[in-house]
């Protein structure tokens, strides 16, 4: 697993974006973890959180719950997903390849459990900068919701993320994981910087 490096942090903070941009620069494979959801096969009782999301006619009514219950959903899910992860990682063990993992799954209390610490780095998105991610990804859904329906899809996505935000940094804290907070797009070229400063061991290949 000392291959592997780990890209995780709060929805909306730019890991994706920033994979993508190390793997055009660096040509490192990138595992885009939010794909886990639409490949996998979920096993009911292994994974009951993502065999209900795949279940409902419209995934999207998850955000209906309370706030405390979105959160708590999504936290089992991603735990689901990390498995899943996990699993996927060690048939590809055998490359000698590096591979760069990335996606909020990556939580630090799951890999502390498997003494990744050197190899992963967290990006966590500002309040401020939280709220305008999540605007943007509720343009990108179909106008089928009314006003109220909307507010409160969006008053659950900013407490879910914010609480993960702010789980991330408490776990990064305790076990001494390095995180970047991400303020705005300005900075982009810096940020960069400092991820490739982090993934130092990273090759080009």
Not at 154 to 169: A, K, R, T
Request: hydrophobic share 35%.
């Amino acid at each position: 697993m000392n291959r592997v490096y780990f890209l995780g942090g709060s929805p909306g903070s730019g890991k994706t974006t920033f994979a993508d941009a190390i793997y055009k620069n660096l040509g490192v494979p990138v595992y885009h973890t939010d794909d886990i959801f639409l490949t996998s096969n979920v096993n009911k009782n292994k994974q009951p959180h993502m065999f209900e999301l795949y279940e409902l006619s419209n995934p999207l009514d998850i955000w209906n719950r309370s706030p405390q219950s979105c959160l708590d959903f999504w936290l089992k899910y991603y735990e689901e997903a990390f498995g899943i992860l996990m699993e996927n990682l060690h048939q590809r063990l055998e490359s000698l390849r590096p591979l760069l993992a990335e996606g909020v799954c990556i939580l630090p209390h799951f890999l502390e459990k498997i003494d990744c610490k050197s190899n992963a780095y967290f990006l966590i998105s500002c309040h401020t900068f939280l709220e305008e991610a999540i605007s943007q990804k509720l343009k990108q859904i179909p106008a089928f919701f009314d006003e109220h329906e909307s507010h409160k899809m969006y008053e659950n996505m900013l407490y879910v993320f914010s609480s993960v935000s702010q789980i991330i940094i408490e776990d990064c804290k305790r076990a001494n994981f390095p995180y970047l907070l991400i303020q705005n797009t300005k900075d982009y070229s810096m940020n960069y910087q400092k991820i490739t400063n982090q993934f130092s061991l990273l090759e080009k290949v």
